[in-house]
């Protein structure tokens, strides 16, 4: 049996638990004797699993302000502390996917940009709440994209950018109570509508040629929540992709 993390009482929060990357990590550190807190929109099979294991799951939609200070008021009443914040909810759209170009960057902003920054100024006490010999954890699940844009997805590219600059802001506010990382993906799992065509030619943007699966992610976290010394710093989980 894997030993308990130290102070595992202290939870690790992660949004967007109910699916791929994000439930992969919440199993994951479940399984390891994390207590583990994760926001859904939408119930899922996958999200009464988690219960079943012991997680907090917490509808929360961080579209708007209401949302967002609706979850955080929930974890401000209800924990002391917290061992980590992984800002993994996203919402991969595209340039077209509404016709109101405004309200595309607002809601691209509002999920990656704006909810990450509110989370994290709301819990900075929980995270130095965590009483252990090792610094808490900000991980930020960002894009490649958010350094080399994205013709097709571009509101989404551009608040990527914007997580992504929140990483050395908070690393530099934090530190060193708070180590604070980006985790920057290419492809790491395809949707399931995606069809041949696409995959054949994502696949060829990088090196590895190959979809990973949640599995790097996974290996990405831990290694960071391991760490006593990163911070400020952007993991690319992306095959070697910059050198194609
Ligand atoms: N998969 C990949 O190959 C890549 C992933 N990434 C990044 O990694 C992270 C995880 O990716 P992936 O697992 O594919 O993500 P998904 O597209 O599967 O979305 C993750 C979760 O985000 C939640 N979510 C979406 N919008 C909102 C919102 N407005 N408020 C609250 N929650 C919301 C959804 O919850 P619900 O389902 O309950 O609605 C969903 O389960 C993301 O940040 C993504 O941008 C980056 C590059 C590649
Ligand atoms: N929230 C999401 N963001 C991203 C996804 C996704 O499925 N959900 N997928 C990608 C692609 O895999 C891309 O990296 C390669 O085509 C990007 N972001």
Known sequence: MPSKPANSSAPVLITGGSQ?????IAEDLLQQGYSVIVTYRSDKPA??????????????????????????????????????VIHNASQWLNNTALDNQHQLMQAMWSVHVSAPYQLNIAFEELLKNHQDQQASDIIHMTDYVADKGSSKHIAYAASKAGLANLTHSFAAKLAPAVKVNSIAPSLLMFNQDDPPEYRTKALAKSLMA???????????VNYLLASKYITGRTIGLDGGRHLV
Do not use: M, T, W
């Open 47 to 84: 999200v009464q699993a988690l219960r079943d294991k012991g997680a907090d799951c917490i509808i929360a939609d961080f579209s708007d302000e209401q949302g967002i200070c609706q979850f955080i008021a929930y974890v401000l009443d209800n924990y002391s502390a917290l061992r980590a």
């Open 20 to 24: 791929r990357l994000g439930l992969a």
């Open 210 to 220: 190959l979809e990973p699966g949640a599995s790097e992610a996974v290996a990405a």
